[in-house]
């Protein structure tokens, strides 16, 4: 079993653009970004709106693995069913919990609660990826630095327009996940937004219907263009 992620240079990750490399890359943002959260500084208004940043970063990640990655683990390494099935249900809990925080109101002392058990699961799905499925996936792919950086861009591309937002009832599999994924991404960047600093936002009816309308130009160049699958083939 190759190194953990933290333990190898980018030159032994396939390069900056392989996908471990960008993986190494989110995954300490993620980080920065729960311990700003965590310390005392920040009042709750930017709490708030740092829980939201760290909720559309681990979405649109988690999303690109599911759609990208672990598909890709599944078809090269023996192993790869088991081990994905195991972080498949790790972002499963962390969608479960992301529902339920922002269904709490933020002076609930249980609000608190499921925020440290939400950045805990986080924390373990890093640590998952970067010591175990990761180095996984790079020797089922023979350390080839081409088939690195070609997952790499397939899966920064589906990151870029993935959903933002938890979707704890999508499948975390393909096709389920992929089909659901082009429309829901329409909304929840809508969403995004629109939401005012400090809350969950508010629709309209003119934002429905542009998301409606954005939804819908979505699905239609998604299905024009749908090849991510082929990107990482050999
Ligand atoms: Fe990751
Ligand atoms: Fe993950």
Redesign the pocket.
């Known amino acids: 079993m190759p190194l953990p992620l933290s333990q190898q240079s980018v030159e032994q990750l396939g390069g900056e653009a392989s996908v471990l490399a960008r993986q190494r890359r989110d995954h300490p943002e993620l980080d920065r970004l729960m311990h700003l959260y965590e310390s005392p500084g920040p009042p709750r208004s930017e709490r708030q709106e740092i829980l939201r940043d760290i909720f559309q970063l ?1 979405f649109s ?2 999303f690109a ?2 759609t990208v990655l672990w598909p890709a683990l599944r078809r090269f390494a023996a192993d790869g069913e088991e081990l994905t099935s195991r ?1 498949e249900a ?2 499963q809990q962390i969608n479960d919990l992301a529902v339920e925080i922002q269904s709490t109101d933020l002076r609930d002392p249980g609000h608190d609660r499921l925020v440290t058990a939400a950045f805990a699961l ?1 924390r373990e ?2 640590r ?2 970067e010591d175990v499925l990761l180095p996984r996936l790079q020797e089922a792919l023979e350390y080839d630095r081409v088939r690195l950086r070609r997952l790499g861009s397939a899966w920064e591309t589906v990151r870029r327009t993935a959903p933002t937002q938890p979707h704890p009832a999508v499948s975390r599999r393909p096709p389920g996940n992929a089909l659901a994924g082009v429309p829901l991404s329409a909304l929840d960047r809508l969403r995004d937004l629109s939401a005012p600093s400090g809350s969950g936002g508010r629709w309209t009816a003119a934002a429905l219907a542009a998301a409606a309308a954005a939804a819908c130009l979505a699905c239609a160049a998604a299905l024009r263009r749908r090849r991510v699958g082929s990107m990482y083939r050999r």
């Open positions: 681990t990640h988690a693995e599911e972080v790790e972002h986080i799905d890093i998952d990826e």
